[in-house]
């Protein structure tokens, strides 16, 4: 059965993680519902050259698979506990969005999807960007972590061999889909008996 993903991009680095996990979302036949912060809009604009939210790039041509609730709307469906769904995802996630999901505050629509994502013990996946951490991240994380959220930072192995930068993010992608239960193909998977 497809699922129901909630996802939000926030203004940390790696735009292009965005783009490749929604693509193989709508791909999967997943119901996406999109929610994007400022900062997340300027990283769609620095890092790939977007006017605005571009549901037909991001979703590689097939925008009517993906809902976008407006950020500043806290009164849309995903800022609900009765809207059911199979995760949420935040990618990628600033440090600030991880401050705010560790406090719980819920200013904006990104910030109460996560909240009530988390309330109603569903699953929440950071996938946090920055380096070096400080300790207040670190404090952030445990704290995200103790309130029932996935810290999976974007930090790309390399056990598989990549050659691309496209490969490099597709394994980030691919292990962040394996974490909210969506099917994919993508060549992640560790098994020494078969390079051998
Ligand atoms: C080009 C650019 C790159 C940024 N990269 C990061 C980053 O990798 N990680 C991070 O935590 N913040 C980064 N920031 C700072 C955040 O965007 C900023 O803290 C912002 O308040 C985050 O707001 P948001 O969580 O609502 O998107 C970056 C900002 C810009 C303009």
């Not at 949420?88 to 991880?98: A, E, K, Y």
């Not at 404090?139 to 790309?156: F, K, L, Q, S």
Request: proline share 5%.
């Amino acid at each position: 059965m497809s699922k129901r993903i909630v996802v939000g991009i926030t203004g940390a680095s790696g735009a292009v993680y965005a783009q490749r996990f929604i693509r193989l979302l709508v791909a999967s036949g997943a119901e996406t519902h999109l929610v994007v912060s400022p900062l997340g809009q300027r990283l769609l604009h620095d890092e790939l050259g977007m006017e605005g939210v571009n549901l037909d790039a991001l979703t590689g041509g097939n925008a009517p698979a993906v809902t976008l609730h407006n950020y500043r709307d806290v009164g849309a469906p995903i800022a609900s506990g009765s809207f059911r769904h199979d995760g949420m995802v935040v990618i990628p996630c600033s440090s600030n969005t991880l401050s705010a999901v560790a406090t719980g505050s819920a200013q904006n629509l990104l910030h109460r999807a996560a909240h009530v994502t988390l309330k109603e013990r569903r699953r929440l996946v950071l996938v946090h960007r920055e380096s070096p951490l400080t300790l207040i991240d670190i404090r952030n994380m445990a704290a995200a972590t103790e309130a029932g959220a996935i810290v999976a930072p974007a930090n790309p192995g390399f056990y598989m061999l990549p050659r691309t930068i496209d490969d490099l993010v597709g394994f980030v992608a691919g292990r962040v889909l394996d974490l909210v239960g969506v099917e994919h193909d993508l060549n992640i998977r560790w098994n020494p008996g078969e390079k051998a």
